[in-house]
């Protein structure tokens, strides 16, 4: 059993920058690939990045590639989304994930075995 804990949601303006960190309770999370998805107000969750357990492999949904970076840090056991050039569209409840499974499969949403409880970011016009 894994915990994960997010933080560093909170209100910004459009244009500005933000870091999300994602805390692992185990040492064994190092084995997972580690994700974020979010979930907006009156919409389904979608993905939004992932990363390979190595740290090699990175995927991106195509509203934030450019504009998102996914990082972890296995020695912490940690992951990181830093966010930049931030939209209205951008705010949502973001959920940490970490999965064993294929990391292709985890960008459909699909055998995320651990979800945090996630922090709400929220970006005004």
């Known amino acids: 059993q894994v915990q994960l804990i997010e933080s560093g949601g909170g209100l910004v303006q459009a244009g500005d920058s933000l870091r999300l960190s994602c805390a692992a309770s185990k040492r064994t999370v190092i084995s997972y690939n580690m994700g974020w998805f979010r979930q907006a107000p009156g919409k389904e969750r979608e993905f939004v990045a992932a990363?390979?357990?190595?740290?090699?492999?990175?995927y991106y949904g195509d509203s934030v590639k450019g504009r998102f970076t996914i990082s972890r840090d296995n020695a912490k056991n940690t992951a990181h989304l830093q966010m930049s050039s931030l939209k209205p569209e951008d705010t949502a409840v973001y959920y940490c994930a970490a999965d064993l499974g294929s990391i292709r499969a985890m960008t459909g949403g699909n055998g995320v075995d651990y979800w945090g409880k996630g922090t709400l970011v929220t970006v005004s016009s």
């Open positions: 990363i390979s357990p190595s740290g090699a492999g990175t």
